[in-house]
């Protein structure tokens, strides 16, 4: 039976110490992480990775950047891990026309809805988080006011459980997911096929800048970090297709300004903003 590290990270409530420490995990942990808050008003991230050198490493990599937080690493059974999603994990409802499920219910009717079935296993989205949520209800919007249409053709950047890939290719679209991380795509293409998608979605390991400089989409989604969207402005936008749609998430509500100015630096309008509790999505259509 395969063995996890989990990595307890606990952040005490100083500034935007947390929001550093988030950072610091998106350029290591692309899978994602659970965030919670504790006693103290501070913030337990809270990492799953195999058992191994890698995960070790992160873990001491951890306490060497991080000396002035609490860093617990433990051992557990992977059935443990995944028991403890089976409890968590329950339907989700996104903009009136998708329905997230887990494999164990995917013979739940969904009336008109969507259905997307997820497994829960180590890569970010499973549909419960606010930005993955906010990015399929921005998908919802524009599909109703006839703004994303069957045949156009879609990015995922940072595609992680693949979500909002399939969200798109139940639509209608084709498209691309990209993740920098090979256990994500991997996880990916177990849900593309769940899904019955894994014919028009193809996925990749790289980041933006494996794509080819002139290749376009009429949807680009980034569900990602505001630095590293920050960062990508100039490249992401080029890969949006004249009249295209563009959703990017994983922006807490204090950065959305910044990021907002950065995109609005290359030449686009101000986008839709919309807000769910700390997090913010833009959307430009």
């Given amino acids: 039976m395969r063995k996890l590290l989990r990595v307890d990270m606990v952040v005490p409530d100083q500034g935007d110490l947390a929001e550093r420490v988030e950072a610091w995990l998106a350029g290591r942990v692309a899978q994602g992480w659970e965030e919670s808050t504790v006693d103290d008003g501070g913030v337990r991230f809270r990492v799953h990775l195999e058992e191994g050198p890698p995960a070790r490493d992160l873990a001491a990599e951890a306490a060497r950047d991080w000396p002035q937080l ?22 989700i409802e996104v903009g009136g026309v998708y329905e997230i499920l887990p494999p164990w219910m995917a013979d739940k009717d969904t009336d008109d809805r969507q259905p997307i079935i997820i497994e829960p296993k180590m890569a970010f989205g499973t549909g419960h988080h606010p930005t993955t949520a906010l990015c399929l209800e921005a998908f919802a919007t524009c599909f109703r006011a006839g703004r994303i249409k069957a045949g156009m053709h879609f990015l995922d950047l940072g595609t992680g459980s693949g979500i909002l890939g399939i969200g798109l290719c139940k639509l209608g679209l084709t498209g691309f997911g990209l993740d920098i991380d090979p256990q994500a795509v991997w996880c990916a293409a177990e849900n593309l096929e769940r899904n019955h998608v894994g014919e028009t979605m193809r996925l990749a390991v790289g980041g933006v800048g494996s794509l080819a400089e002139n290749q376009t989409f009429d949807i680009v989604a980034a569900n990602i970090l505001a630095a590293p969207l920050t960062a990508m402005a100039g490249r992401l936008v080029r890969h949006v297709a004249p009249g295209g749609v563009l959703v990017l998430s994983g922006i807490l509500v204090t950065q959305a300004a910044a990021v907002i100015a950065a995109y609005r630096a290359t030449g686009l309008p101000e986008p839709e903003t919309h807000e769910s509790g700390e997090w913010a999505s833009l959307v430009w259509r």
């Fill in 70 to 91: 609490r860093i617990d690493s433990d051992i557990i059974e992977e059935e443990d891990w995944g028991a403890a999603w089976m409890a968590f994990f329950t339907p």
